[in-house]
Nanobody
């Protein structure tokens, strides 16, 4: 059964860094666009960053541009390097796979596979 598993979340002080990982198993995700979303308490799930199947194209939400970097390797893993973290980055972070499109899309409804999420807490 295909699944995505996130790891790397935790508690960090403002200005610190974390690196999230998303390991895919059960099928090959290397041909799919992948993305990271996040959801803070009381808020809707929002797009954070996306990466094309080749890894050559990336796209970021304005709120994280210049601080976060999405990448992927050939071993079915997607990463999110988060630097200069702010308290407003506190959320559960999810990775997701878009199996139907080739463009990076911020629409939550186009992603067909989701991980269980990993908590990121940034203290002030």
């Amino acid at each position: 059964q295909a699944q995505l598993v996130e790891s790397g979340g935790g508690l960090v002080q403002a200005g610190g860094s974390l690196r999230l990982s998303c390991a895919a198993s059960g099928r090959t995700f290397s041909s799919y666009t992948m993305a990271w979303f996040r959801q803070a308490p009381g808020n809707e799930r929002e797009f954070v960053a996306g990466i094309s199947s080749s890894g050559g194209v990336t796209y970021y939400a304005n709120s994280v541009k210049g601080r976060f970097t999405i990448s992927r390797d050939n071993a079915n893993t997607v990463y999110l390097q988060m630097n200069s973290l702010k308290p407003e980055d506190t959320a559960v972070y999810y990775c997701a796979a878009d199996t139907a499109g080739w463009r990076i899309r911020a629409d939550i409804n186009v992603y067909s596979y989701w991980g269980q999420g990993t908590q990121v807490t940034v203290s002030s």
